[in-house]
């Protein structure tokens, strides 16, 4: 049993927190949000997250894990202080490090001999050496302690699974000494452990986004060739993907990534290399294919309606969140989406399992229906932004029934193309053959 802190209680130190207590130690989740800490003493997550509240309340049941706004308190007999606050992009697609910064700042001054300080934040090549400064500069009597990197790998909507059975732990330090404390609080994860140096560790955390986001925008890419030349690309990415030097993950063609990682990661990166004088052309180009994913799910909605305005159309999405099963809207397409159909004259319905308040904060022009069989009443044309699983089972029937025509551009590819023709649909997916094939 160790005594460890987390620092920033939002999707991944929540995660961080309530797993390590459930793997036995003693933990500390600390946010300067009182809401938030307010909300978790009192049984309320922060996120939604599968399996998420089990897992808080199992461990506080326990008295495994307990929730502070007090650095004073969660360092007190920390040996393991975690930072996992927010890193946003800043004005020139940078890192936002201030979070960082004042997490180091409080640190500083609560400092334990022998604390071992981990960023789980993804932060920019070099953070990690910036943070001991912070910390040697704010409180120069600060005895020993050490910096290392463990960046997080875990996917929102199996968070836990994730945090629980990693692919792999990274972990980075200069002091051999600390990595090896890192590597055995993991152990029982019973995952390869990659020990490097704190630079190299935090370059493996945005050059694993960046690849995932190239495979994305290279499928995409694929798929526009083939609409052009009457391919389907499901059955491109399934032919792809047995081979085992390609794999079958990321092959997903459709309204391209968003979320709270890949594009402020994407974008960070190209930031670094520019800082160097690089020109990071791969990375400039997966971005450039993602954001016109988006322009072109309205094309495609409006080549559907064969209008060339969506003036008096009405339009219904189903699907809000950036993937299923999270309620993260940060960077989610059909926030961009919404705005440019509202901004071409189409009133816009949506309907959402989970995402729906924070969807309302962003886009307060859409209208948010309880139901999707609601939601399609009246509506010109469906859109499928997110692939949540219970969309697969819609009843299509009476969905025509209410809606005003029957169209759908199915932005995710969860449909049959043939099917949806054969039900009456007007149907587009993405990078397949019009109607079927
Ligand atoms: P988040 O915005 O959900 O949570 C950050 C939390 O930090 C907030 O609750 C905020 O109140 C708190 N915070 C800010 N400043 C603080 C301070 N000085 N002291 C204490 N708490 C403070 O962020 P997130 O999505 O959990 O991401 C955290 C980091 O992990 C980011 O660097 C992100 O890139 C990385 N990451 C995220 C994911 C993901 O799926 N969300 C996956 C892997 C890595």
């Not at 990661?265 to 016109?292: W, Y």
Request: hydrophobic share 40%; aromatic share 8%; glycine share 8%.
């Amino acid at each position: 049993m160790k005594n460890i802190c987390v620092i920033g209680v939002g999707y991944v130190g929540i995660i961080t927190a309530a797993s390590f207590a459930d793997l036995g130690n003693r933990v500390v989740a600390l946010d300067i949000d009182q809401e938030k800490i307010a909300g978790l003493k009192n049984g309320k997550m922060p996120i939604y997250e599968p399996g998420l509240k089990e897992l808080v309340d199992r461990n506080v049941e326990a008295n495994r894990i307990h929730f502070t706004t007090s650095y004073e308190e969660g360092l007190k007999d920390a040996e393991f202080a975690f930072i996992a606050v927010g890193t946003p992009s800043g004005v020139d697609g940078e890192a936002d490090l201030q979070y960082v910064a004042s997490a180091a700042r409080s640190i500083a001054e609560h400092i334990n001999k022998g604390l071992i300080i981990i960023n789980k934040s993804t932060v920019p090549v070099g953070t990690g050496d910036w943070v001991a400064d912070i910390i040697k500069e704010q409180n120069p009597k600060a005895e020993k302690f050490a910096v290392v990197s463990c960046p997080e790998f875990l996917r929102e909507g199996s968070a836990i699974s994730d945090f629980m059975q990693p692919h792999r732990i990274v972990v980075g330090s200069l002091d051999a000494e600390a990595a090896e404390k890192v590597a055995q609080l993991h152990l029982s994860l019973r995952a390869p452990i990659v020990v490097t140096d704190l630079r190299t560790a935090e370059m493996i955390k945005y050059a694993s986004n960046a690849f995932l986001a190239t495979k994305i925008s290279f499928i995409n890419e694929i798929a526009n060739i083939c609409e052009d030349l009457g391919a389907d690309v499901m059955e491109v990415s399934n032919g792809m993907g047995f081979d085992s030097r390609i794999g079958s993950s990321f092959l997903n063609a459709g309204i391209g990534y968003g979320g709270s990682c890949f594009p402020k990661d994407v974008k960070a990166l190209a930031f670094m290399a520019e800082e160097k004088g690089r020109h990071p052309q791969l990375l400039h180009s997966v971005m450039e294919i993602n954001t016109d994913r988006r322009v072109m799910a309205v094309e495609q909605a409006k080549s559907l309606l064969g209008s060339k305005d969506l003036t008096g159309k009405t339009i219904g999405m189903l699907g809000l969140s950036f993937k299923p099963n999270t309620d993260d809207m940060r960077d989610a397409p059909s926030v961009t989406i919404a705005n440019l159909l509202i901004k071409d004259g189409a009133a816009v319905r949506a309907f959402d399992p989970i995402a729906m308040e924070e969807a309302a904060k962003l886009i307060p022009g859409v209208e948010m229906v309880e139901s999707p069989y609601k939601m399609a009443e009246g509506c010109d044309l469906l859109m499928v932004n997110t692939e949540w699983n219970e969309f697969r089972q819609l009843d299509f029937r009476r969905i025509k029934k209410v809606m005003n025509e029957a169209v759908l551009f199915d932005g995710r590819n969860i449909y049959d193309p043939e099917k949806m023709a054969k039900l009456g649909f007007r149907y587009r997916g993405v990078g397949r053959g019009y109607n079927g094939r």
